[in-house]
């Protein structure tokens, strides 16, 4: 089974503050994504990785940051968290279309999710 | 206008009955996707598809690629199927990233 884990199911933080959101997949994807969740807006792409070191942005970059420095990590930085951004954070993995097999077809693996609220 | 659409936005159904949950969307897709997420925020895939039709239990999901729709069924509805069902898109034009539906938030009732 495809594994993705994340640092934290809730955090709270402050205004102001740095925040650290961390994604592990253990199925060697090469892709791996950041969306955050909304009531009403359903899931929006935020960043995505399609290989280490590599970065793409997604619909809504603005106050956030990633980086990706080995292939079954990927984090997603808070430079500077606003209430706005307090949101459900989703991360997910999938595999490099090139070696997809056609039944599996870039479907992406979710983790649980880490709901952030910022006072 | 969003590129992918659903309906309903919000169902209650009984205990027992049929619900379709209707996906669709306006762009050239390589394939369909169908999620489900249950109180607490993990989502679990439950069917891709590009063609036809596919069942799982209690669940069977169609797409009509000439009609850019897809449907989800649940026969014998059961209460743990409530959940918010969330259709998503892989547009053509882009491998990796995918486009969500708002997502049907179903709750049934025994």
């Known amino acids: 089974d495809v594994k993705v884990t994340q640092s934290s199911r809730y955090l709270v933080k402050r205004t102001g503050e740095k925040v650290f959101l961390e994604c592990v997949q253990d199925?060697?994807?090469?892709?791996m994504f950041w969306y955050r969740q909304d009531p009403g807006l359903g899931l929006r792409l935020i960043y995505f990785s399609y290989d280490v070191k590599m970065k793409e942005k997604g619909d809504i970059p603005e106050g956030y940051s990633v980086s990706r420095e080995k292939k079954e990590r990927f984090s997603l930085i808070l430079e500077s968290a606003s209430t706005n951004q307090t949101s459900m954070y989703l991360c997910a993995s999938s595999l490099w279309v090139g070696r997809a097999q056609r039944s599996s077809y870039n479907e992406q693996f979710f983790g649980p999710g880490t709901r952030l609220t910022v006072l | 206008k969003n590129e992918v659409e659903q309906s309903p936005q919000n169902l209650t159904a009984q205990e027992g009955e049929f619900i379709t949950i209707n996906c669709s969307y306006s762009v050239g897709i390589s394939a369909l996707h169908w999620l489900q997420q249950h109180p607490g925020g993990g989502i679990v895939s439950l069917f891709m598809?590009?063609?036809g039709k596919k069942k799982h239990g209690r669940l069977i999901a169609t797409i009509n690629i000439q009609e850019k729709h897809s449907s989800l069924h649940i026969t014998a509805s059961h209460p743990r199927d409530s959940a918010v069902y969330i259709c998503?898109?892989?547009?053509?034009?882009?491998?990796?990233?995918?486009?969500f539906g708002p997502g049907t938030s179903l709750s049934v009732i025994p």
């Open positions: 998503a898109v892989f547009k053509r034009t882009s491998y990796d990233k995918v486009i």
């Open positions: 199925m060697d994807h090469e892709n």
């Open positions: 598809l590009s063609s």
